[in-house]
């Protein structure tokens, strides 16, 4: 794709720049076709290692990866799904909408950033949306339950609520006491919202394999799903830097991004 439209804009300016030599043209668009098919090999081949170490290290047979392709072009989805990656994972809703917009509608899109209410709509309306992942409160579960409703959603739409685990202030989500009762009020009074599980980010270098936040998530996890008489309830956890662990201890979802896609240029 960035071949081709590189392509374009350099003919498109060859009629009028004649100085542009042949030659010289045909060294520019190699060296951009080069740096494409560079790339496009840098995100298989990561992505190939990370979904070969889920297979490794899950211990749920249905727990999944999501490729977290925020700030990430367009292009390196389409790299990633040359390996037959569905789940991609985005943190903005703008970003959202326009990715989803220009991709294949196969793409099962998560969403994982804060949820703004006034962006509840957009997030709504994307067709193939699977999930998002950050609801923190009865008020936004409302507030994305009415946006299903008035945008004429036809499925209900999972949602996982987001659990601040580490009682970070800096960190969104509800508090682990509230959890329950922001579960149940989805279960019994939103009917366009499929209660799908929980999510966490938890504080940043903990002790991986003895994370006070992952055991925390996967103890409310099977809490509230007895409770509720769930018959699928999951538990979204694990990143680049502790996704293995993750895995042993029960994640059923990861969301990996920096391991796959490379450092983003702009830090969260
Ligand atoms: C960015 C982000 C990720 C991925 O982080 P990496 O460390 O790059 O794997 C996962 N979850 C959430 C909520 C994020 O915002």
Partial sequence: MLANYSKKFFLNNLSTKSY????????????????????EKTVVENLKDVLKTVEEFKTHPSARLVAVSKYMPAEDISYAMKTGQIHFGESYAAELEEKSKNLPSNIAWHFIGHLQ???????????????????????????LNKACVNVGRKDKLRVYVQINTS????????????????????????????LYGLMTIGMKDRDAANNPDFKK???LKED????????????????SGDYIEALKLGSDNVRVGSAIFGPRRIKQ
């Fill in 167 to 194: 009682g970070e202030e800096s960190k969104s989500g509800c508090e682990p006491e509230e959890t329950y009762k922001v579960c149940k009020h989805i279960k019994e009074n939103c009917p366009a919202l499929e």
């Fill in 224 to 239: 509230i799903k007895s409770r509720l008489e769930l018959d699928h309830f999951e538990a979204s956890f694990g990143m």
């Fill in 217 to 219: 998530i996967v103890e």
């Fill in 117 to 143: 209410t006034n962006k509840c709509k957009i997030v709504a309306k994307i067709p193939n949306l699977f999930a998002v992942e950050t609801i923190e409160s009865e008020k936004k579960a409302d507030a």
């Fill in 20 to 39: 542009f030599s042949n030659q010289l043209l045909a060294r520019v668009m190699s060296t951009t076709v080069n740096a494409a098919a560079e790339r």
